[in-house]
């Protein structure tokens, strides 16, 4: 298992906050559960495209570790376990949108881009409705 | 020489942004750049910590081929180069300084973070101040 330095090189606020929330991943899971509020771990998986286990666990646990995801088990059988966003994960949501703003106001210059496949982000809904 | 794929896997403008200056290394350049204005290679590189020609040169031709840094050559000798932020560069200085903000909130959680070894980032200065 990937095991993270335990002290990493960070400068500046602003590499805590582009290594707790800035990854593709990262920020994917953030904005889906921003969305769609507090998901079991298939659903989660399924809302995510192209993911494989290990990264989206991984990805998970590092989310968990930083306090922007919170994992609930109940003890039921089958298990159940559920992730949604906390207060902190919360507070990460208008900063995400800020950067879907930016990007949208200069979307017309990136090839290949379909902004309709993004189903999560507020900034395309604007536009949509 | 790295050759980036030709057609990334964006499915959403939020990954737009977080590609263009999402990285530790592109952050910081942009950081740099909107806190001293136009640097040569040489000075810039200097403000950098623990980057290689390598590394420094890629970031710099991808932020230039994104249009966030802007490059120019004098026609002089010795040859002078100078690079500057765009007008679009200019433009993710908002977004990065609410990233800090937003870091910033959350520093005491952050372990081995020294703030004072930031000397870019508005917040800290305000702090400072």
Not at 4 to 13: S, T, V, Y
Not at 21 to 33: A, D, E, P, Q, Y
Not at 82 to 99: A, D, R
Request: proline share 3%; net charge positive.
């Amino acid at each position: 298992m990937y095991q993270a330095k335990l002290e990493k090189d960070i400068r500046c606020p602003l590499e805590y906050g582009l290594d707790v929330f800035g990854g593709r991943w990262k920020s994917r899971i953030i904005c889906v559960l921003a969305h769609q509020g507090t998901l079991r771990y298939g659903i989660l998986k399924g809302e995510m495209t192209n993911i494989t286990d290990a990264v989206l666990a991984q990805n998970l646990k590092e989310l968990i570790a930083d306090g922007i995801v919170r994992r609930t088990s109940f003890d039921e059988i089958p298990p159940r376990v559920e992730y949604n966003l906390t207060e902190k994960g919360e507070s990460v949501v208008p900063i995400l949108q800020t950067i879907c703003r930016w990007s949208g106001a200069y979307h017309r210059e990136i090839s290949g881009l379909s902004i309709a496949q993004c189903r999560k982000c507020d900034y395309t809904a604007e536009k949509r409705s």
